[in-house]
């Protein structure tokens, strides 16, 4: 079992920067997992935002978000990160951080086994 804890959101103004953080900790986490974070607006589907492989640091990046986002693993601290600059209002949502076990970079929700409970992201003027 692998426990994820966000932390980080926030209110912020278009064309901010904020950076999310995730902990995670279980007997069974190891560098054998893929790391991601997804995003969730109202109303509509849950989708990734980034995902990084934890034994050798390669990313994947969503639609839109490329450029702007970074994704980064601490595995000596098993902490995430997701630094988000120039932040837009269409980035307003929920933000998740989840994990898999394995090495396989895989972008769908469901193929994710365990998530944080989310942290709120708004960006409003």
């Known amino acids: 079992q692998v426990q994820l804890v966000e932390s980080g959101g926030g209110l912020v103004q278009p064309g901010d920067s904020l950076r999310l953080s995730c902990v995670a900790s279980?007997?069974?986490?190891?560098?054998?997992?893929?790391m991601g974070w997804f995003r969730q607006a109202p109303g509509k589907e849950r989708v990734i935002v980034a995902a990084i492989r934890r034994s050798d640091k390669s990313t994947y990046y969503g639609d839109g978000v490329e450029g702007r986002f970074t994704i980064l693993s601490d595995n000596a601290k098993n902490m995430l990160y997701l630094q988000m600059n120039s932040l837009k209002a269409e980035d307003t949502a929920v933000y998740y951080c989840?994990?898999?076990?394995?090495?396989?970079?895989?972008?769908?929700?469901?193929?994710?086994?365990?998530w944080g409970q989310g942290t709120q992201v708004t960006v409003s003027s």
């Open positions: 989840a994990a898999r076990p394995g090495i396989r970079i895989e972008l769908r929700e469901n193929d994710y086994d365990y």
């Open positions: 279980g007997r069974t986490f190891s560098n054998n997992y893929v």
